[in-house]
């Protein structure tokens, strides 16, 4: 990791000394700014680069770091721009060099900032956070001074209020994870720009750029836009309007991955236990591959046949039959988790985790019987919070890692994933004459056109000559 220059550190120090900053504060300080010139090291960005900040600050993000310390970061990056601005002013005469690369300043920058010295106005709205031109060599660099409500605002508070609206709404940590991440694309497309003064513009060039630079497909370009309209929405409480000009990515028609039956087995002998189990149910009953790992003891009813999907997607309940041929095996895996949960009972762990209060309003429910996942972890989870030790489901990432073995080793020549059974199942009801309605039902889609894909799936069977119903 690079070394901060003497010289820096020595102005941080005074900077310090004038704010009366606490000693522990002064150390975070000045660790987030060693990391943030060793990034802009690695990844290439000029020191002074505005730019640079947001994206400093979403790899901290991904790199797991709590919203304090990214805060910390962000507070001691502003300290360093600030210090930058105050070095044009005290030089006016000629260029000084001090140890840092990014520390250059021109007498070009000085005349710029001379014309507002006179104007007691226009300063109240200067920033003096730096920004440094990229694009020139680094004896050239200048300072320029931007307005103090144009770019590299902290975005924390927004991010904790999307979680909070979120979790009031009872979504998904999925959509909260794709929520985020769109946000986290547009704050580094508008350079940190202060909330207060987003517009439809920023949405608008935002959604273009991905079409015409990105070149994302239309799903997620409407992705980034029903992200970005719950922004406007619920964290910022204004409407974007109608956005008119937007360059829409190209819709292109999608038919989907089907396997046959042989093909289906033959993946399945490359699957183990409970590998297998969770592949079968996604065929068998058309599932989805978190609301099959979400399932639970009691959404199995072996005496009716039926399978209850609680909170699928859209947080809707939906029944589908049992497949017959599955019963005796699922009735074994049964018996397996009671002696699963027998062990952990012994070992005194809190429980499985639950969904919402549920925990508050059954205060042993986390321990019964019927609320132990039909499809558990491999091992518990510690909780560092509590310090108790509870019981998850099923990772969903090994089960996309086995099945995607499984599809290698089988020398299938289709692109499978754990979808494809879902694509599999409807299809194949397709192809035995059932109804498009029973299939739209089964699958729990809330528009019949979602279902109609699968029509073009299987084999047209249309009788090309005409005839009347009378004479069926």
């Given at each position: 990791?690079?070394p ?5 550190l020595?102005?941080f ?5 004038s ?14 700014l060693?990391?943030y010139?060793?990034f802009?090291?690695?990844?290439k ?10 994206e400093?600050i979403n790899?901290?993000h ?12 962000a ?9 930058l ?10 260029p000084?060099?001090?140890q ?21 106005a226009p ?5 003096r ?14 300072v ?17 209020k999307l ?38 513009e ?21 992705q980034a836009?029903?992200?970005?309209l719950?922004f ?19 819709r292109k ?14 993946i ?14 996604l065929?068998g009953?058309g ?9 639970r003891?009691?959404?199995?009813n072996f ?9 699928g ?18 009735r074994?895996h049964?018996e ?17 985790f639950?969904?919402n ?19 558990p972890?491999?091992?518990l989870?510690y ?17 996309q ?7 290698g080793?089988s ?7 754990a979808?494809?059974?879902?694509h ?14 029973t ?19 299987v ?9 009347s119903p009378?004479?069926?």
């Amino acid at each position: 990791m690079l070394p901060v220059p003497s010289q820096l550190l020595e102005r941080f120090d005074k900077y310090f000394q004038s704010q009366k900053t606490p000693n522990n504060l002064q150390w975070a300080y000045k660790k987030w700014l060693r990391y943030y010139l060793d990034f802009c090291d690695k990844y290439k960005h000029p020191p002074g680069l505005k730019d640079s900040l947001p994206e400093f600050i979403n790899k901290l993000h991904e790199k797991k770091q709590s919203n304090q310390q990214q805060e910390e970061a962000a507070t001691a990056i502003t300290i360093y721009y600030k210090i930058l601005a105050t070095q044009v002013s005290l030089n006016k005469a000629s260029p000084v060099r001090t140890q840092s690369p990014s520390a250059y300043i021109m007498p070009q920058q000085e005349k710029a900032l001379s014309v507002h010295e006179h104007d007691p106005a226009p300063m109240k709205k200067l920033n003096r956070n730096p920004t440094f031109h990229s694009d020139l060599k680094p004896s050239e660099r200048t300072v320029t001074v931007h307005s103090v409500q144009e770019t590299g605002a902290s975005w924390i508070a927004e991010y904790s209020k999307l979680e909070d609206e979120i979790s009031v709404r009872h979504y998904s940590i999925k959509t909260l994870r794709t929520y985020k991440g769109w946000l986290k694309k547009f704050q580094t497309f508008t350079r940190s720009k202060n909330p207060e003064l987003l517009s439809s513009e920023d949405v608008k060039e935002f959604l273009t750029s991905l079409a015409v630079k990105k070149k994302v497909a239309s799903t997620t370009q409407n992705q980034a836009f029903n992200s970005l309209l719950f922004f406007y929405r619920h964290i910022l409480k204004r409407e974007f309007g109608k956005l008119e000009g937007v360059v829409r990515a190209k819709r292109k028609p999608y038919i989907p991955v089907v396997l046959s039956r042989e093909e289906i087995d033959n993946i399945l002998r490359f699957l183990e236990p409970p590998y297998d189990l969770v592949v079968k149910l996604l065929y068998g009953c058309g599932l989805r591959l978190f609301e099959c790992l979400n399932l639970r003891v009691h959404c199995m009813n072996f005496d009716a046949g039926i399978l209850t999907i609680h909170d699928g997607k859209g947080q809707k309940d939906r029944t589908v039959p049992l497949p017959e041929s599955m019963l005796p095996e699922l009735r074994r895996h049964l018996e397996t988790l009671k002696e699963l949960h027998k062990q952990d009972i012994e070992k005194k762990y809190a429980g499985v985790f639950l969904v919402n209060a549920l925990e508050l309003k059954y205060k042993n429910a986390a321990k019964d019987f019927i609320w132990q996942r039909f499809l558990p972890a491999l091992q518990l989870t510690y909780v560092k919070k509590s310090g108790e030790y509870r019981r998850y489901h099923l990772h969903e990432r090994l089960v996309q890692k086995a099945i995607k073995e499984a599809v290698g080793k089988s020398r299938i020549t289709k692109r499978a994933t754990a979808h494809t059974f879902r694509h599999s199942f409807a299809s194949h009801l397709l192809q035995a004459n059932y109804d498009i309605r029973t299939i739209q039902e089964l699958l729990g889609h809330s528009d019949l056109k979602t279902t109609m894909i699968y029509t073009h799936t299987v084999k047209s069977r249309t009788l090309k000559e005409a005839k009347s119903p009378l004479d069926f």
